[in-house]
Nanobody, 129 residues
């Protein structure tokens, strides 16, 4: 079991920045990757960014590339999402997720919601125009 706790959401004006954190506990040694997804009412949860835990390789959705940065602190078992130049369309509940399946790894798999088997409770990000 892996437990995930997100923090750092809030209200920000367009063009501003926020940093989300996700602290993992439990069987963290089993993690292959961690990811961030987001969801708005009536829409499916969509991929935002992911990081492979062992190598630090990063993956981004086209909509956030160049504005968001995912990083990790292995010692703290924490993943971060630095969000810059935020836009109103970034408004969503952001979820942290952990993938413990080492048999399917890489860019294709890390973008799939079904690849992740542990999820945090979500944190609201609201960007005002």
């Amino acid at each position: 079991q892996v437990q995930l706790v997100e923090s750092g959401g809030g209200l920000v004006q367009a063009g501003g920045s926020l940093r989300l954190s996700c602290a993992a506990s439990g069987r963290t040694a089993s993690m292959d990757a961690m990811g961030w997804f987001r969801q708005t009412p009536g829409k499916e949860r969509e991929f935002v960014a992911a990081i492979r835990w062992s190598t630090g390789s990063t993956y981004y959705a086209d909509s956030v590339k160049g504005r968001f940065t995912i990083s990790r602190d292995n010692a703290k078992n924490t993943v971060y999402l630095q969000m810059n130049n935020l836009k109103p369309e970034d408004t969503a509940v952001y979820y942290c997720a952990a993938d413990t399946d080492h048999y399917s790894s890489g860019s294709y798999y890390y973008r799939l919601r079904g690849e992740y088997n542990y999820w945090g409770q979500g944190t609201q990000v609201t960007v005002s125009s």
